[in-house]
């Protein structure tokens, strides 16, 4: 069996299997076919972690974006902790939007979550470069639990015709789960991942002291505004609104006899008002 | 853990309707180590501990009635019967297909009563489960007396739906213990939806219940189930709204408090507050 039938079986299993125990389950599949683990990796998004930057004393996410080896570089000191010899680090221009854009995405999260953790990492690719942007927020009043986890990966292609313009791909994926437990539900959790794709064309203004690389910042906030958003109502539509329709056609609240009864009656007002 | 111990691990965590596909994916998984994993004894069981808990039904082979498996109405090996058909059958609990079905009557001190229960369940699951089309999918309900028990009489209801092509699926589980002596019913109830399009999305919910003083007629036990039925289904949608309008709005806003997307060429600007911006 090929290495890529069973990356694709992996991903099949991980995609029904529970949405809670991705970490337990990657660990597993890892166990039966050991080769697949960098590629696994790297193709699945788990709910961040949290370190807190020795330097600056500000919390920060963890990914595989900002991880080398054991050590995983702080947004803000842009120090690896533990601290390592020759730990790659970003150019000085990608580092410099990576500062603006840590700014940046520090307002956006004040003013759409209201509290959480935010974190930007970029880096250098050969036509252009790239970034990931993590914004996670959870709660826990009594009886419910909530968390959220989104993971926005952008590459942006600088080779354009012009360079006016640059092409940014954006694939994005947000991490919820919901959970509650009392006396009149019992136990309920309501968990999982969406993730969404968008390409496009931009173009580049020149913005603040960066100037056009000021720009990108601005073009990359608006796009992960903006799938954030659309994505937001997504989760609403299939966690709130698809399970209880599923939850529906598996058992109706009403009697069925009542449901088909109140369709015939319907039926017939309609026809008697267009007269037929 | 074991290799064994972990595809039994996956075949348990099966979504409703899934577990063609995911017995696939482990195929693929496994075939170059150890080809066989599939029928290492562990696994077996495993796969049969999934079906009974899982109340999995299946159409009965030659027949149009969906026949259902759970601990309490197995016989012996792989035979389960079923009181509603009056049949015993011989379930796989790899490929989930229900075959060789023969006529059968359970012996029970309970049989009157089993009947009377069985006459009431017809009338409420054909007024409250709709019937499902796929393949994988189906409604069962049975009614059990197991003979190491005889003073408790197993009332299952399983719903199943399946929609490959929308990446959906979903299943009802109810599963009640009648006793004739304390006349009390006690049990499980519980709902699970999967949505897998672009994501994975699973609800899991389940709820202890247990109602004493439950009459002794067929009627009345399956009066009370109806009850307890439809306020479990009522809390799961209230339970669902709730948090919709709750944790989930607490968690991101739909728009900032200004009711504005964000200028970001103006982002520099907003002037939050350090305490605001989470900065310490």
């Known amino acids: 069996m090929s290495a890529d039938t069973q990356l694709d079986a992996a991903l099949d299993l991980l995609r029904r299997l529970s949405p809670l125990e991705i970490k337990q389950n990657l660990a597993k599949i890892t166990q039966l076919v050991p080769d697949i683990q960098e590629d696994l990796l790297s193709a699945v998004d788990q709910p961040l972690e949290v370190a807190r930057c020795k330097k600056t004393g500000r919390d920060y996410l963890l990914c595989d974006y900002n991880r080398d080896g054991d050590s995983f570089r702080s947004p803000w000191s842009n120090e690896f902790d533990p601290p390592i010899d020759d730990a790659a680090y970003p150019s000085d221009r990608v580092r410099r939007m990576e500062v603006e854009a840590n700014e940046a995405f520090t307002v956006y999260r004040s003013l759409y979550y209201e509290g959480g953790i935010g974190s930007v990492y970029l880096w250098d690719q050969d036509d252009g470069f790239a970034?990931?942007?993590?914004?996670?927020?959870?709660?826990?009043?009594?009886?419910?639990?909530?968390?959220?986890?989104?993971?926005?990966?952008?590459?942006?292609?600088?080779?354009?015709?012009?360079?006016?313009?640059?092409?940014?791909?954006?694939?994005?994926?947000?991490?919820?789960?919901?959970?509650?437990?009392?006396?009149?539900?019992?136990?309920?959790?309501?968990?999982g991942s969406l993730t969404r794709q968008v390409e496009s064309d931009l173009a580049i203004e020149s913005i603040g002291s960066l100037g056009r690389d000021g720009g990108h910042v601005a073009n990359i906030g608006r796009l992960v505004e903006d799938m954030e958003g659309k994505m937001r109502n997504q989760l609403q539509e299939v966690y709130f609104g698809k399970a209880k329709d599923v939850v529906g056609d598996l058992r109706s609240v009403a009697s069925l006899g009542q449901v088909e009864q109140d369709r015939r009656t319907q039926r017939e007002v309609f026809q008697s008002m267009s007269g037929k | 853990m074991a290799s064994a111990e972990v595809v039994s691990s996956f075949v348990q965590g099966t979504p409703p309707g899934e577990l063609k596909e995911v017995v696939q994916s482990i195929q693929a998984l496994t075939s170059d180590g150890d080809p066989s994993l599939l029928q290492h004894p562990k696994v077996k069981a495993a796969f049969q501990n999934y079906n009974e808990s899982q109340l999995v039904c299946a159409k009965l082979s030659g027949g149009s009635q969906h026949v259902l498996v759970s601990p309490y109405n197995r016989l012996e090996g792989n035979k389960y019967y079923d009181t509603t058909t009056s049949t015993s059958f011989t379930f796989d609990h790899t490929t989930q297909k229900a075959s060789n079905p023969q006529s059968y009557t359970?012996?029970?001190?309970?049989?009157?009563?089993?009947?009377?229960?069985?006459?009431?369940?017809?009338?409420?699951?054909?007024?409250?489960?709709?019937?499902?089309?796929?393949?994988?999918a189906g409604s069962a309900y049975t009614v059990a007396s197991p003979s190491e028990t005889p003073t408790e009489i197993a009332i299952l209801i399983s719903a199943t739906k399946a929609s490959p092509q929308n990446f959906v699926s979903g299943r009802w589980r109810t599963t009640l213990l009648y006793n004739t002596g304390s006349r009390t019913l006690t049990g499980t109830i519980a709902a699970q939806v999967h949505y897998y399009e672009d994501g994975n999305v699973a609800l899991n919910t389940t709820k202890q219940v247990s109602e004493n003083n439950v009459g002794d007629s067929g009627s009345e036990i399956v009066r009370v189930l109806a009850k307890l039925e439809k306020q479990y289904q009522e809390e799961v949608n209230r339970a669902l709204v709730g948090m919709n309008e709750g944790s989930f709005r607490g968690l991101r806003r739909q728009l900032p408090v200004t009711r504005?997307?964000?200028?970001?060429?103006?982002?520099?600007?907003?002037?939050?507050?350090?305490?605001?911006?989470?900065?310490?």
Do not use: C, F, M
Request: hydrophobic share 30%.
């Open chain 1, 131 to 191: 970034g990931v942007v993590l914004l996670k927020k959870e709660s826990g009043r009594g009886e419910d639990t909530a968390g959220w986890d989104s993971i926005h990966v952008v590459e942006v292609d600088e080779r354009g015709k012009t360079s006016k313009s640059a092409h940014y791909k954006l694939t994005s994926t947000v991490i919820l789960h919901l959970g509650k437990d009392n006396d009149a539900v019992g136990n309920l959790t309501l968990a």
């Open chain 2, 106 to 136: 359970h012996d029970s001190t309970n049989n009157d009563l089993i009947s009377s229960i069985q006459k009431s369940l017809a009338t409420h699951v054909a007024e409250h489960y709709p019937a499902q089309s796929s393949a994988a």
């Open chain 2, 260 to 280: 504005q997307r964000i200028e970001w060429e103006k982002i520099r600007g907003y002037g939050l507050s350090d305490n605001l911006k989470g900065n310490k």
